[in-house]
C-alpha cells in the first residue's frame, strides 16, 4: 500500500485508508462531533477541530455536531461514517455500498462529496451493485464475480473495447420476416415487426453501416426513423458476468 | 507507539463513564453504604473485634475488594463487547494501533473507573467507621494490580461473550460468590480447618487478605503469597489477551 507492506508496517499503511462499511455500524450515544473525534485520534493524528469542522460542515452535518447519534435519520448516521472515515485525511477510501438505502436527493449529495474527494486527490475504491452509479463516478473499473476480481480497466477503454453499439431502423411496414437479402448481416427483427436492429463494433475498421443500409434500400423497404445506442457499463457487466 | 490511539480509546471510554454517572458512582457508594449499615451497624454490634480490628472497620477492605472486582470487570467486558455488539468493532480492526495500545485504553480505562469507585467507597467508609492504613504505598499497589488484572478478566470477558447475558454469568454467578466466600466478610480463620484449606483455591483470599493487611497488618495469608498470586492472576490474563489477538478469536468475524 503506497509502498508500505500492509503487514509489517500495517500502522503506515493502515493510516493512509479510511473505511465507510455498508452497514450502519455507529455509535448511539456519544455526540457526532466525539465520535469522529476519536475517529482521528484512533488513526494516530492530533486534534484538529479545524478539520473536523471541515469535514462535518463538506457533508452537511455541522448542525447535529452536538446530536447523539442514535438520533440521526438513516442518511445522516451514512454520513456520520463517512465523516469518521475522513476524519483522519486518508489518502485511500473504501465506500463498500454507500448509497444502499438512501434517497434519491442525499444520493446526489453524496457523490457530489465523492467527487470532490476524488478531485482533491483522493483515491476512492467503491463497491456498488448499482452500476450506473460506476459507470457515473469511476475512473477505473474492476468487475468482481463470485469472488474472484475478473478485470481491471479504465472505464473508456473498457467501454470501448467491451461495448458495443445498436443501430435501430424504425420501419414504416412492418415486416414478418427478415428479407433473405438481408440475412448476411448481423440483423434482427424485433419482436413485433416494426423495427430493424444492426449491432455493431465500433472499433472495427468498419461498421458496415453504408453496405447495410444500401443492402435496405434494394430491397425495397422504407424506415421511418434511426436512432443509435451505445451499451452501457451495466450491458458489459451482464455480458461479462453472465458468460462466466 | 500510538498514544493519540490509546488517549482516544481512554477518553471515550471514560466519557461513556461520565454520562452514566449516576448508575457508574452513586449506586455503588449507596450499595456500599447498606452494606455499612446491615454489617456494621446492625449485625457488626453484636460481633466483637476480629484480631484487635473492629469489624466495622475489618469489612471495609472486603467491601473495597467486592467493588473493585465487580466494577473492574463489567466495566472492561462491556466497554470491549459493546463494539462487537454493534459492529463498531471494525473502526478498531482497521486502525494503525498494536493490541497492546487497545488493551493498555480499555483496559486502562475500566481500572481507573473502578479505582476511583474503590476510592469513593474508602471515603464513604470513613463517615461510618474509623479507618487507619498501616501501609499505604502496599494499599494502593494491591488496589491498582487488582483492578488491573480483573480489569484484564474483563477484557476477556468481553471478548468471549456472545450476548449480554453472558457478560452478566461472570461478575454475579462467579466474581461476587468468590468474593462473599473469600473472606470480605470474616477471616478464614473462623473457618473449620477442612473449609479453610478449601478456600485457599479460591483466588480472591489472596486479594483480600492481601489488601486487608495493608490497612491492619492482619492476613489470613503472607503478604508474599498475596503479592505473587495477584500477579500469577495477572500474568495469565495477559497470556490469554495475547492469545486472543493471536489468533484473532472472536475478533474478525
Partial sequence: ?????????????????????????????????????????????????????????????????????????????????????LSHEPRILFL?????????????????VVRDLRDSGVTIILTTHYIEEAQDMADRIGVIN??????????????????????????????????????????TLDSDGSELVYSYDTQGERTGITA???????????????STRQSSLEDIFVGLVGHK | MNWHAVWAIYNFEMARTRRTLFQSVVSPVISTSLYFVVFGAAIGSRITEIEGVS???FIVPGLIMLTLLTQSVMNASFGIYFPRFVGTIYELLSAPVSYFEIVLGYVGAAATKSIIIGLIILATAGFF????????????????????????????????????????????????????????????SVLPPFWQKVTLLNPVVYLVSGFRWSFFEVA????????AMTAVFLALCLAIIWWIFRTGYRLKN
Fill in chain 1, 1 to 85: 500500500m503506497n509502498g508500505h507492506d500492509i503487514v509489517r508496517d500495517y500502522r503506515a499503511s493502515r493510516s493512509l485508508i479510511g473505511l465507510v462499511p455498508q452497514e450502519l455500524t455507529t455509535d448511539a450515544f456519544e455526540s457526532v462531533w466525539d465520535t469522529v473525534s476519536f475517529s482521528r485520534g484512533l488513526f494516530g493524528k492530533p486534534k484538529n477541530p479545524a478539520h473536523i469542522e471541515k469535514v462535518l460542515k463538506a457533508l452537511s452535518l455541522w448542525d447535529k455536531k452536538d446530536n447523539k447519534i442514535m438520533t440521526l435519520s438513516g442518511g445522516m448516521k451514512r454520513r456520520v461514517l463517512i465523516a469518521k472515515a
Fill in chain 1, 96 to 112: 463498500d455500498e454507500p448509497t444502499a438505502g438512501v434517497d434519491v436527493e442525499l444520493r446526489k449529495e453524496m457523490w457530489q
Fill in chain 1, 146 to 187: 463470485k469472488g474472484e476480481l475478473m478485470l481491471v480497466e479504465d472505464k473508456i477503454e473498457l467501454m470501448r473495447k467491451l461495448g458495443r453499439k445498436e443501430l435501430r431502423l424504425q420501419l414504416q411496414k412492418k415486416l414478418d420476416a427478415l428479407p433473405p437479402a438481408l440475412a448476411g448481416y448481423n440483423l
Fill in chain 1, 212 to 226: 447495410l443500409l444500401a443492402a435496405i434500400n434494394e430491397t425495397g423497404i422504407r424506415f421511418k426513423d434511426l
Fill in chain 2, 55 to 57: 469489624y466495622g472497620s
Fill in chain 2, 129 to 188: 467507621v474509623p479507618l487507619e492504613i498501616a501501609h499505604p504505598f502496599w494499599m494502593v499497589a494491591f488496589l491498582l494490580l487488582t483492578a488491573l488484572t480483573f480489569s484484564l478478566l474483563g477484557f476477556i470477558i468481553g471478548i468471549w461473550a456472545d450476548g449480554f447475558e453472558k457478560l452478566q454469568i461472570v461478575p454475579l454467578l462467579i466474581i461476587t460468590p468468590l468474593t462473599f466466600l473469600g473472606g470480605s466478610f470474616y477471616s478464614v
Fill in chain 2, 220 to 227: 489470613d495469608v503472607h503478604v508474599e503469597v498475596s503479592l
